[in-house]
């Protein structure tokens, strides 16, 4: 059974980003919430950058079973509800075609692109994610 996991900050933020090598930069403060299945990481989330509003978000999934509708839930949930968030920045190289199609899916609208904003040298596409937009996301009602 795939579930999130909590409190391996450290070990989750390794794991992700010995996929992504052009990273240069530290991530420093920032939160790791691990996907496994069972006792197995099959993924990762990063949120670093976190402001009173935003945070940026590094998503890494072995195979796509690692991320299914209920972890996709659980991820919004605490992206809006606990931390508060009005919006997700979510950074998706241009010929990535399937990560496109994965923040798009999401929910996840194209803002623009950083020009040398992927590793110094190629650009980045900017996408935002708001809580009225995220397809895997209910907003609490109020009494």
């Known amino acids: 059974m795939v579930h999130l996991v909590w409190g391996l900050d450290e070990a989750v933020c390794e794991y992700v980003k010995k996929a992504f090598p052009h990273m240069t930069h530290p991530w420093v403060d920032c939160e790791g919430i691990g996907i ?37 839930m659980d991820w919004n949930k605490h992206m809006f509800d ?35 904003g992927y590793d110094g040298h190629r650009p980045v596409l900017i996408y935002g994610l708001l809580p009225e937009e995220a397809r895997f996301y209910e907003i609490p009602q109020t009494a």
């Open 82 to 116: 606990t931390l508060k968030l009005s919006r997700v920045t979510l950074e998706v190289h241009p010929k990535n075609k399937k990560s496109r199609r994965f923040v798009e899916g999401l929910g996840a609208k194209l803002e623009g692109k950083k020009r040398k």
């Open 36 to 72: 496994a299945d069972g006792n197995k990481l099959v993924g990762g989330i990063v949120v670093e950058m976190l402001t009173t509003f935003d945070a940026s978000v590094t998503l890494l999934m072995d195979t796509p079973r690692s991320c299914n509708k209920s972890i996709l």
